[in-house]
């Protein structure tokens, strides 16, 4: 199955770039995160509370929250292609760092991705 990248972008042939499958991954898990749940009609408990909650106070309860709401939203909507291993959220004064170790499926060698964002 053929697959475009997000963001959705040409290659130097003018055909649609598509994405390595690492990198696919990687694009999968980030679409997950930074969707608001309810953002998509047709799925509505597709996403996390990551984008909004990046404007709240964040302390220890709220980060194991979000944790737990990570780990849960990854494993029922990548369950096909991703083992989710272990999901950190880390708070520090504006920043936000969401680490998510994981195996592709058929594969036993664990990756890390960090996502890192700023409150403005």
Known sequence: MMTMCFPFTFATTGRTRTPAPDARLTELVEMLLYTIPGERVMRPDLGTP????????????????????????????????????????ISEG???????????????APRKILFKRDRP
């Open 50 to 89: 990551v984008t909004e909650l990046l404007f709240e106070g964040m302390n220890d309860a709220l980060d194991a929250a979000l944790q737990v709401t990570i780990h849960g939203a990854l494993t029922q909507h990548l369950a096909g292609i991703v083992d989710v291993r272990e999901v950190e959220v």
């Open 94 to 108: 504006t920043t936000l760092e969401v680490s998510i170790t994981y195996a592709p499926l058929g594969e036993q």
